[in-house]
């Protein structure tokens, strides 16, 4: 049975860095493409960031120059670092996979975590 499982939320100050973990297990193959999203308290589900297999990397606009994805396969776990955080950051975030990119960065991956709340405050 897949399983993505989220950890490293928390909460923060202003300013203040996390870095969120998710672990991958029941895969045969660890999905390509992979990516983080967050859907904030009586929000719409937003695109937080994705990476590929052949190092292709995307971000938000709102977190570019703050947040650093990245994997290793290895220990199949994919990293979010977060850098200089900022309230309107705070949301649940969850780990996203799928063979397929768009399906990442649109929203529609078919497999999804539980999530990990991280809360910013000012």
């Known amino acids: 049975q897949v399983r993505l499982a989220e950890s490293g939320g928390g909460s923060v100050q202003a300013g203040g860095s996390l870095t969120l973990s998710c672990v991958m297990s029941g895969y045969a193959d660890i999905p390509d493409c992979l990516g983080w999203f967050r859907q904030a308290p009586g929000e719409e589900r937003e695109f937080v960031s994705a990476t590929d297999n052949s190092g292709g990397i995307q971000y938000a606009a709102s977190v570019v120059g703050r947040f650093t994805i990245s994997r290793d396969n290895a220990k199949n776990t994919l990293y979010l670092q977060m850098n200089g955080l900022q309230p309107e950051d705070t949301a649940v975030y969850y780990c996203?996979?799928?063979?397929?990119?768009?399906?990442?960065?649109?929203?529609?991956?078919?497999?999804w975590g539980k999530g990990t709340q991280v809360t910013v405050s000012s």
């Open positions: 996203v996979a799928d063979h397929w990119w768009d399906m990442v960065v649109r929203g529609t991956a078919r497999d």
